[in-house]
Nanobody
Framework: QLQLAESGGGLVQPGGSLRLSCAAS????????MGWFRQVPGKQRELVAS???????NYADSVKGRFTISRDNAKNTVYLQMNNLKPEDTAVYYC????????????WGQGTQVTVSS
């Protein structure tokens, strides 16, 4: 059983902050590259941030300096701290793990809605 559960989304005003959590069960995320994606209707799913099993992080240009991905291996959880949120950050946010043997991102959670609006 490989399961991910996102939480922490909500409605915030521009400039506000949210912290998303992705709790893993059925596997230990230590061994996976983990990523946060977001998707809006009619748009392609976008990789926002990733963190390797070794702790190396990467970010989309649109969120650099504002978002921080981290992992707490003891809690088997990955986080996305989102600061200085903008309306264009509005999306459903998903986490996923990279399944190297299949060269795909998988084990998607159900997503959590982030809405940035005044």
């Amino acid at each position: 059983q490989l399961q991910l559960a996102e939480s922490g989304g909500g409605l915030v005003q521009p400039g506000g902050s949210l912290r998303l959590s992705c709790a893993a069960s059925g596997f230990t995320l230590n061994y996976y590259n983990m990523g946060w994606f977001r998707q809006v209707p009619g748009k392609q799913r976008e990789l926002v941030a990733s963190i390797s099993s070794g702790g190396i992080t990467n970010y989309a240009d649109s969120v650099k300096g504002r978002f921080t991905i981290s992992r707490d291996n003891a809690k088997n959880t990955v986080y996305l701290q989102m600061n200085n949120l903008k309306p264009e950050d509005t999306a459903v946010y998903y986490c996923a793990g990279y399944i190297a043997t299949m060269s795909i991102w998988g084990s998607w959670g159900q997503g959590t809605q982030v809405t940035v609006s005044s």
